[in-house]
């Protein structure tokens, strides 16, 4: 299985939290970026949070002081922590290398739905 697994999603109420969970399998991954991508219906896939292979993180402002990316490389697994969730925040996520070049693979991803 060469695409990323993600999960941990589920249904939250507004402010709540939730911890999502990717594990990859491509060696390559451990050794460059790593971001959490979302897709809220028939939105295009915005990009949430990327992490480096340093732990230097960046985030979109619409997510900054709410999300957590974090990376375990020798699980081969990276998190997204999110608190104070928004019904805006409803969407699938997904995780992937920050590398256009290395995104052949999508996984399913995992859905996220945030209830007012």
């Known amino acids: 299985q060469v695409q990323p697994v993600e999960s941990g999603g589920g249904l939250v109420q507004a402010g709540g939290s939730l911890r999502l969970s990717c594990t990859y399998s491509?060696?390559?991954?451990?050794?460059?970026?790593l971001a959490w991508y979302r897709q809220a219906s028939t939105n295009p896939r915005e990009m949430v949070g990327v992490i480096t292979p340093a732990g230097d993180t960046k985030y979109a402002d619409s997510v900054k002081g709410r999300f957590t990316i974090s990376r375990d490389d020798a699980k081969n697994t990276v998190y997204l922590q999110m608190k104070d969730l928004k019904s805006e925040d409803t969407a699938v996520y997904y995780c992937?290398?920050?590398?256009?070049?290395?995104?052949?693979?999508w996984g399913r991803g995992t859905q996220v739905t945030v209830s007012a």
């Open positions: 491509e060696r390559r991954f451990r050794y460059n970026g």
């Open positions: 992937n290398s920050d590398r256009p070049d290395f995104q052949q693979f």
